[in-house]
């Protein structure tokens, strides 16, 4: 594996700035690497507009941890939601798990952001400015010169404004849309931790694209480290048919004497993380399936069948001649998936309007009445989830029991809250005990759309 590696990695050099291996990967091409720029454009398309889209004036995306407020598809979400949002990110978790044990850590290769960013965006201005690999090595490798320090400084200046665009982006989801405009448009000094957070942001992106890169993937990700126990025999990986490959050879010596590998190294040039796939299923792989374009198109002149490197089930590879494809838990996983996405959909659109917290008055008592009525006295705090102005109304459950006003609130601004005060009064003779269950309803648009339950406290022997 040592020597494919080292015919795209920068050696090691006595030079202080050379402290690891530089890879260098070819620019990639094939029908897969087509497939994998609709996918990764579509996902940079979302990602950059996701933010400043609003349904009925929310935010369609919004995590707003400062503010502990949350939007998602344009409903908005409070601490009081918090079991939606945990459920939303463990379907999000179950879906990547399940997704690996099945498809392999496609993920990584096709939607992972870092990777989206690096091979559609970074590393494709590094090919418009400095060529190819062998150019980028050529010139990292060669003697400081005018035209070297010019493309290095036109590159890492495009690096640095796109990370401080990526770094608004990624600001955008966290504070929105609408603060973030604020921090652009008013005095830096009104809004001193927005621009710092900005400037950090910018600065740690810079580093990740600039000078961490496939680090991320093979080192500080755990991404890879979970695939030795969420892959087994039946799981779909990028694979090498070492059967039919091995031994490897040129195409002059004579024809049944080597194997349909010539030992380009093609697959090992244009791989992102540096590794010979050859060598067979290894943690560094992000099955972003350059190697198979790279592999079809020799097979293709050499006029053999493609897919010496393929998508395989491991079982496949390492136990050819006894195994069989079993789709059963492609069909379970998958309708977990269906369900637990089906539970989340009825969860996030069938949230109450109001939601609210029914607690009795602090240090307060049960009060007798002279026209014989028990009162209860407790405060409501309201909070609006609808996404605009709401009118609304409280009343008790039970039609034994009266609700009176203290202020009369009836209108929750959009995204507002409300704290009202209110007396349950009851009939000392149809007290039955010293504390009953009573339940207040908050009504709004003509419907019930919380009930809240509480207790009255009365002593009997007033009857």
Partial sequence: METAVNNQVKPRLTNVREKRKWIYAKKPGGRLFRYRQWVGYSLLLFLFTAPFIKINGNPFLMFNIIE?????????????????????MLIF?????????????????????????????FRRIE?????????????????????????????????????FLIANIFLAYIIGADQLYKIIIDPIDEHLIGFTALIIFTLVFYAVFAHVREIVCT????????????????????????????????VKREAGAV??????????????????????????????????DACDAVMDKLQKPKRL?????????????????????TIAYSAVLVILTAVFAVLLFNRAAIDGRLLRAN?????????????????????????????????????????QRINPVKILKKDGAASLSFFLLMDKNKVSSYKQNVAVEITAEGKVVARLKTTFIAPVKLK
């Avoid at 502990?68 to 939303?88: N, S």
């Avoid at 400081?144 to 990370?163: P, Q």
């Avoid at 697959?267 to 992000?286: F, H, K, S, W």
């Fill in 93 to 121: 978790m179950v879906c990547i798990v399940l997704f690996t044990a099945v498809y392999g850590r496609i993920w990584c290769g096709w939607t992972c952001p870092q990777t989206i960013f690096m091979e559609l965006l």
């Fill in 309 to 329: 490197i393929g998508f395989y089930a491991m079982g496949e590879i390492t136990e050819k001649s006894t195994f069989k494809k079993r789709h059963t838990r």
């Fill in 68 to 88: 502990r407020k949350f939007a998602i598809f344009g409903q908005l979400f409070y601490p009081q939601d918090l079991y939606i949002f945990v459920f939303g």
């Fill in 363 to 403: 240090g307060s008592s049960y009060q007798v009445r002279e026209d014989g009525l028990v009162s209860n006295l407790y405060t409501l705090e309201l909070i609006n989830k609808a996404g605009h102005e709401l009118a609304f109304d409280i009343r008790s459950a039970d039609e034994s029991i009266t609700l």
């Fill in 219 to 250: 080192t500080i990700c755990p991404y890879g480290r979970l695939q030795s126990v969420l892959l087994d025999e039946q799981s779909i990986t990028v694979a090498y048919d070492a059967d039919r490959g091995e031994p490897r050879g040129k």
């Fill in 127 to 163: 090919y418009l400015i400095e060529g190819d690999w062998q150019q980028q090595r050529k010139l990292n490798e060669g003697r400081d010169t005018d035209v070297r320090a010019w493309k290095k400084l036109l590159k890492h200046s495009i690096f640095f404004l796109l990370s």
């Fill in 259 to 292: 194997g349909d590998c010539i030992d380009c190294k093609l697959c090992v040039n244009v791989c992102p993380t540096g590794i010979d796939i050859r060598n067979g299923l290894q943690m560094e792989c992000i099955s972003c399936t350059a190697c198979i």
